[in-house]
């Protein structure tokens, strides 16, 4: 994205993407990012106050996702530039996550938020920036490489949460105080896992996100307010008083849009979850993570019930990954559809992330892209632009099979062609022969998703078709049906 914003978001439009997220991280906008004090003078507050430069690849993005019809998921993140961080980093710690400075965080939202208000006309530019409408606040807190430290003594006492309660708090104001009070954002952005043996997570591992909301919100492992010298060493109110003003004094967690997670597999089927974790958010525990939010508000009177949003999911592949946990892009693509799927039965979780779209360059152990790093498609890409699946795809003639999938692109030739949108589906009988078509299916989910049953009177291969209004036909991967 960075390297060419508008390329990327071309590829996207014809991908179907209704959503870009972007991290905009603090320090890679901040004046004088590496050194120990405060620039001085400088207005951290006003955008202007910025060097001009550091802006100009967030604002391409926002000018040319708005130009294609592109929403964009804002994520403003650390690290932090040096003079906003705390005292006494250990050595080699990661740079710019060392406690960083809510009430420099906060002062530094107002400054994004002021200039993707839709009326900030950067100094020289007689047309303002569009609006940005969709935030969400810091990245994967409950990792050390994002906020630090994540735990004290021995790993006994939760510290990240308190970080970032109070980031969220800053954020949360500096929003509103910006005419954003009416905006979609998100908290959260959890990463699904954690480490649970030794001394663990300290200062720079994993912490498991249901600890680390647990601890977010100040209650303890039965789900009740802590107090007392508990609730001291955590940032807590001690005492009754405290814990009946504890949700009008950090609005945010009780009144923000959704709660993110990054619900990622390891190398499994999406159904599969980790034995032995329970406070892992991972796919199949997705539900436990409801139950927590669920229960976390509770207890302080709430009836809040979090909208569940997946900001980042994808399969490794290997190609080009050697490790364990990758697996083959024809089995990451037939995964991919079927968690897929498992977002659309559950309607509390509202949206579904693919992360990223080109696998990093240079052997990265993180190659979840739908494209190599020359731009070459993997199964993964056909899949994404066109899920198909089938909960069960082995029956008898006389009962029909579920069959479910989508078009992502399709509101593309819905707004271009101002008509209805059609998914056909194909099928070859045996193992050879021609895909003919066995039935027409109009669209009318906004998101180009459809679940019918179908029957089939013999074995084959199912596949589903779309047509992009320039002709081009876009084709599912291939599904085996077996008829007994």
Same mark, same amino acid.
């Not at 006494?88 to 710690?93: E, L, M, Q, S, Y």
């Not at 996100?209 to 680390?212: E, V």
């Not at 955590?234 to 405290?242: E, K």
């Not at 849009?257 to 990054?262: I, L, R, S």
């Given at each position: 994205?960075?390297?060419?914003?508008?390329?990327?978001?071309?590829?996207?439009?014809?991908?179907?993407?209704?959503?870009?997220?972007?991290?905009?991280?603090?320090?890679?906008?901040?004046p004088g990012?590496?050194?120990?004090?405060?620039?001085?003078?400088?207005?951290?507050?006003?955008?202007?106050?910025?060097?001009?430069?550091?802006?100009?690849?967030?604002?391409?993005?926002?000018?040319?996702?708005?130009?294609?019809?592109i929403?964009?998921?804002?994520?403003?993140t650390?690290?932090?530039?040096?003079?906003a961080?705390?005292?006494?980093?250990?050595?080699?710690?990661?740079?710019?996550?060392?406690?960083?400075?809510?009430?420099e965080?906060?002062?530094?939202?107002?400054?994004?938020?002021?200039?993707?208000?839709?009326?900030?006309?950067?100094?020289?530019?007689?047309?303002?920036?569009?609006?940005?409408?969709?935030?969400?606040i810091?990245?994967?807190?409950n990792?050390?490489?994002?906020?630090?430290?994540?735990?004290?003594?021995?790993?006994?006492?939760?510290?990240?949460?308190?970080?970032?309660?109070?980031?969220?708090?800053?954020?949360?104001?500096?929003?509103r105080?910006?005419?954003?009070?009416?905006d979609?954002?998100?908290?959260g952005?959890?990463?699904?896992?954690?480490?649970?043996?030794?001394?663990?997570?300290?200062?720079?591992?994993?912490?498991v996100?249901?600890?680390?909301i647990?601890?977010l919100?100040?209650v303890?492992?039965?789900?009740?307010?802590?107090?007392?010298?508990?609730?001291?060493l955590?940032?807590?109110?001690?005492?009754?008083?405290?814990q009946?003003?504890?949700?009008?004094?950090?609005?945010?967690?009780?009144?923000a849009?959704?709660?993110?997670?990054?619900p990622? *597999?390891?190398?499994? &089927?999406?159904n599969? +979850?980790?034995?032995d974790e %329970?406070d892992?958010?991972?796919?199949? #525990?997705? /539900?436990?993570?409801?139950?927590?939010?669920?229960?976390?508000?509770?207890?302080?009177?709430?009836?809040?019930?979090?909208?569940?949003?997946d900001?980042?999911?994808?399969?490794?592949?290997n190609?080009?990954?050697?490790?364990?946990?990758?697996v083959?892009?024809?089995?990451?693509a037939?995964?991919?559809?079927?968690?897929?799927?498992?977002?659309?039965?559950?309607?509390?979780?509202?949206?579904?992330d693919?992360?990223?779209?080109?696998?990093?360059?240079?052997?990265s152990?993180?190659a979840?892209?739908?494209e190599?790093?020359?731009?070459?498609?993997?199964?993964?890409?056909?899949?994404?632009?066109? *899920?198909?699946?089938? &909960?069960?795809?082995? +029956?008898?003639s006389?009962s %029909?099979l579920?069959?479910?999938?989508? #078009?992502? /692109?399709?509101?593309?030739?819905?707004?271009?062609?101002?008509?209805?949108?059609?998914?056909?589906?194909?099928?070859?009988?045996?193992?050879?022969?021609?895909?003919?078509?066995?039935?027409?299916?109009t669209?009318?989910d906004?998101?180009g998703?459809?679940?019918v049953?179908?029957?089939?009177?013999?074995?084959?291969?199912?596949?589903?078709?779309?047509?992009?209004?320039?002709?081009?036909?876009?084709?599912?991967?291939?599904?085996?049906?077996?008829?007994?």
């Open positions: 994205m960075l390297a060419d914003p508008t390329g990327t978001l071309d590829k996207m439009k014809a991908l179907g993407v209704d959503r870009v997220r972007v991290f905009l991280n603090w320090n890679s906008v901040a990012a590496t050194a120990s004090t405060r620039p001085t003078g400088f207005n951290p507050s006003d955008p202007a106050a910025y060097p001009a430069a550091n802006w100009r690849i967030y604002d391409t993005i926002v000018l040319g996702a708005a130009a294609r019809g929403g964009l998921d804002v994520t403003i650390g690290p932090a530039p040096a003079w961080t705390g005292p006494h980093a250990p050595p080699g710690a990661p740079a710019g996550v060392w406690k960083p400075s809510a009430r965080f906060g002062a530094f939202v107002r400054a994004v938020g002021t200039r993707y208000s839709g009326s900030y006309k950067p100094p020289g530019s007689v047309t303002p920036l569009p609006r940005v409408d969709f935030w969400a810091w990245n994967e807190p990792y050390g490489i994002d906020l630090a430290p994540q735990a004290v003594d021995n790993s006994t006492v939760e510290v990240a949460p308190a970080l970032y309660r109070g980031l969220v708090d800053a954020a949360w104001t500096g929003l105080q910006t005419g954003h009070g009416h979609a954002i998100l908290i952005e959890t990463a699904p896992r954690g480490l649970t043996t030794g001394n663990n997570p300290g200062s720079f591992s994993g912490m996100p249901l600890r680390f647990r601890a919100y100040c303890d492992a039965s789900y009740r307010p802590l107090s007392g010298r508990a609730a001291l955590r940032g807590c109110p001690s005492d009754a008083a405290g009946h003003a504890f949700a009008g004094a950090h609005p945010a967690l009780f009144d849009t959704g709660f993110a997670d990054h990622y *597999p390891q190398g499994v &089927p999406p599969v +979850g980790t034995p %329970p892992y958010a991972d796919l199949p #525990a997705i /539900p436990r993570l409801e139950h927590t939010l669920d229960t976390v508000v509770q207890a302080y009177g709430s009836a809040k019930r979090f909208d569940i949003y900001t980042e999911f994808g399969y490794q592949t190609p080009p990954e050697r490790l364990l946990r990758a083959s892009p024809t089995l990451a037939y995964y991919l559809n079927w968690a897929e799927y498992i977002h659309y039965r559950d309607p509390r979780i509202r949206s579904y693919q992360y990223l779209l080109v696998d990093p360059a240079g052997g152990n993180f979840t892209g739908l190599s790093p020359t731009g070459v498609p993997k199964a993964t890409f056909y899949a994404y632009r066109m *899920p198909l699946y089938m &909960p069960n795809a082995a +029956g008898s006389s %029909p579920v069959v479910w999938g989508g #078009a992502r /692109p399709a509101d593309i030739g819905a707004q271009q062609t101002g008509k209805p949108q059609h998914v056909q589906l194909e099928f070859q009988t045996g193992a050879r022969g021609p895909f003919k078509t066995i039935r027409t299916i669209l009318t906004p998101y998703y459809f679940e049953t179908q029957s089939f009177s013999h074995s084959g291969v199912l596949r589903s078709r779309w047509q992009y209004p320039s002709g081009e036909r876009a084709y599912s991967r291939n599904v085996a049906v077996t008829i007994h």
